[in-house]
């Protein structure tokens, strides 16, 4: 099981941050247990359809970002999918943009996943319009990270 692993996904301490460790208490005791009364929301047709919308937009978005990259950078080879190795190996080499790297701090023990890294003139050339924030303190040459949250609003029925 992940909570028991050595190495910690990022998202495993979302509830943790949040201050909201019930939700990880009632799955770590279902996965040691198995006979809490605790169960996970069904993905019944409406979660699976709002999950394909949600994938398809981002991988359109990640398709459309890379061949806006190409335009500046037709020699590079942009992929969408990056294990720790290929993500450090691009950040030593330069690279421009790296879609769905996989960082590990080694110190915590922690892996870090996010949709783009992206340099900051990279960014600015692809989105020359945006203007809601504030980028005269990253260096030219500094990665920019980001991450694309489609939101999903789950009803309970009974609550």
């Not at 709002?50 to 590079?76: A, R, T």
């Amino acid at each position: 099981m992940e909570y028991l692993s050595d190495i910690r996904e990022f998202k495993l301490l979302r509830n943790y941050i949040n201050n909201d460790p019930v939700c990880d208490y009632f799955q770590f005791q279902t996965h040691l247990n198995n006979n809490l009364n605790f169960e996970k929301d069904t993905n019944n047709y409406f979660n699976k359809y709002v999950n394909k919308i949600s994938s398809d937009f981002i991988n359109d978005f990640f398709d459309n970002l890379i061949n806006k990259s190409k335009e500046y950078f037709s020699d590079l080879i942009f992929n969408k999918y990056n294990n720790i190795d290929q993500t450090i190996k691009k950040i030593y080499d330069n690279y421009p943009l790296i879609i769905n790297p996989i960082l590990i701090n080694d110190k915590y023990k922690l892996i870090v996943k996010c949709d783009i890294m992206i340099k900051k003139h990279l960014f600015i050339k692809i989105f020359p319009n945006i203007n809601n924030i504030s980028l005269n303190t990253i260096k030219n040459n500094d990665y920019l990270i980001i991450n694309i949250v489609p939101e999903i609003l789950t009803f309970k029925s009974g609550m």
